[in-house]
């Protein structure tokens, strides 16, 4: 049965659990697992739905612990804290847990040990680490940055990278430490001997950010060819296109891999992007559904097909979507993105109020949440909070034009002067 089934009609099944889980889409296997613990199961599968649920929610706990101890890396304290907080509210393992609070007490990077593998299948990859030999070369704080790195690429893909030489590896750092143009410049040492998929994926990528994107477009093509996962490139590939005003080529490229039959919901998501790009909402909506219904929900797609619906009039479905991404944190225990489609919406006035509330203390440098305070507060009637809100915004320096365009409506819809 696919998601979409699930979401909007059908009920959960312990095998769309079980597919969720293999295919480590841990968000949705929380979420399944958690409606059919509503519902009334025998004995033995009521046992191995709470055993799946504890396995999603600590995979999810490492994963955010991951993310946490990367932002400490880079001295980024208050993003650690945000996935500090959501691993402590994911987590089952008491010894994870232990984990987590130490790491978040001491502030202290480290490579903690992933939980045991949710489903079985995998036992025989490679690590994905990459050669000793390299390892041993970089200093042991570029090591752990290494290894953080690595964690967050798909496990098929991180075997990859077992065997690149140091300077491979010290470009591949340069890189996703946002040093664009040092790793760029190191690459191109590299013989041609070590100009693989994951050589060309890393530069196109690069290319990409820096909005090179025929350069990015002719290194990502080349880095199609024997990806153990091209959805990756592809995905990247898409993006530089539509960045480069190339709908009509992206959406051919995605139509040639889907002709071959695999991957085919990331393809429909792909498509789905590529029409929204189009504001061919039809076509999106289209595209989603046959995405959704296809088991493709990874947490970035969610506030695309959520956006899409909403677009094509169908505010129930986008909200179900929404409802399906974690709190990030927010004391409400809602999504920022839900809070704003009920703002949107004009709804649940007092949890957007306590969502937007929690973000902006967590983020006070963050314009777009201190606008989201105030147009809450005025959706409460608070009228003074909200105006003196919108006064401090339009002080701000380099506002983005969005924002203000908010601020000047959000003033005359609440006939207040500014």
Known sequence: MGLLGRLFGSKPTV?????????????????????????SLPGDESEMVTDMRRKAGDSLAHLN???????????????????????????????????????????VSAVLPAPEPAASGCAGCASGAASPDAVAAIPQEDEIRLELILT??????????????ENFLQAFLQ??????????????????????????????????????????????????????????PLEALVDALLHNGQPAAAQDIIEGHLATGSAEAFCQAQLALIAAHRQEWEEAVLRVRKALSGGYAPAAFVPLAASVFERAKAPEEAEKLLKMLPSGGCKST???????????????????????????????????????????????????????????????PDLPHALHEEIKSSSERYNISL
């Not at 890396?73 to 010894?95: K, N, R, T, Y």
């Open 152 to 165: 967050s690429y798909p496990q098929e893909v991180r075997a990859s990278y077992a065997g690149k030489s």
């Open 15 to 39: 095998t769309a659990l079980q597919q969720a889980m293999n295919q480590e889409r841990y968000a949705d296997a929380c979420y399944l697992a958690d409606e059919l613990l509503q519902q």
């Open 65 to 107: 612990l991951t993310e946490a101890v990367a932002c400490q890396q880079i001295g980024d304290h208050a993003q650690a804290d945000v996935h500090f907080e959501l691993a402590l509210e994911q987590v089952f393992s008491q010894e994870l847990k232990r984990d987590i609070e130490q790491a978040r007490q001491l502030k």
């Open 175 to 232: 890189a996703h430490d946002g040093q664009d143009e040092e790793a760029l410049a190191r690459f191109a040492q590299l013989d041609e001997s070590e100009r693989d998929f994951c050589y060309w994926f890393e530069v196109g990528s690069l290319y990409a950010r820096g909005q090179h994107y025929a350069r990015a477009e002719d290194a990502l093509k080349r880095a199609l060819p024997g990806h153990p996962q091209p959805t990756l």
């Open 334 to 396: 809602m999504h920022p993105l839900l809070a704003e489609f009920y703002l949107r919406h004009g709804r649940e006035a007092e949890k957007v109020f306590a969502c937007f509330n929690a973000v902006a203390k967590r983020e006070p440098d963050n314009p777009r949440w201190q606008l989201r305070l105030a147009q809450s507060c005025l959706d409460r009637g608070w009228v003074k909070e909200g105006t003196a809100l919108l006064q401090q915004l339009k002080q701000v």
